[in-house]
């Protein structure tokens, strides 16, 4: 089994930045991709950022592209998200998710067998 326990985030006015960890404890070495999720109030849970564990390739949402920088910190089995001139509708709950099976959409909460908690990130405007 593996568990996943996000920090960080908090307030920040818009174009500040935050950065939320997400640390995995347990059978680590099954997960394939690390990723993170969000979902604000009435909406559904979308795709942020992934990394893959073999290679450390990363993919990211348009809307976050540029501005977000997902990363990987092997020795404490972490994986950060930086966030970069934040906008409020970058307000949400952040997810961790990790995945043990190889998939062709990662992009899809369907994909993560491991979830985190979740932490808030609120961005004022």
């Known amino acids: 089994q593996v568990q996943l326990a996000e920090s960080g985030g908090g307030l920040v006015q818009a174009g500040g930045s935050l950065r939320v960890s997400c640390e995995a404890s347990g059978r680590t070495r099954n997960i394939y991709v690390t990723a993170w999720f969000r979902q604000a109030p009435g909406k559904e849970r979308e795709f942020v950022a992934l990394?893959?564990?073999?290679?450390?390739?990363?993919h990211y949402a348009d809307s976050v592209k540029g501005r977000f920088t997902i990363a990987r910190d092997n020795a404490k089995n972490t994986v950060r998200l930086q966030m970069n001139m934040l906008k409020p509708e970058d307000t949400a709950v952040y997810y961790c998710?990790?995945?043990?099976?190889?998939?062709?959409?990662?992009?899809?909460?369907?994909?993560?067998?491991?979830w985190g908690q979740g932490t808030q990130v609120t961005v004022s405007s």
């Open positions: 990394i893959r564990g073999i290679d450390e390739i990363t």
């Open positions: 998710a990790g995945s043990a099976y190889r998939s062709n959409n990662y992009y899809s909460t369907s994909s993560y067998e491991y």
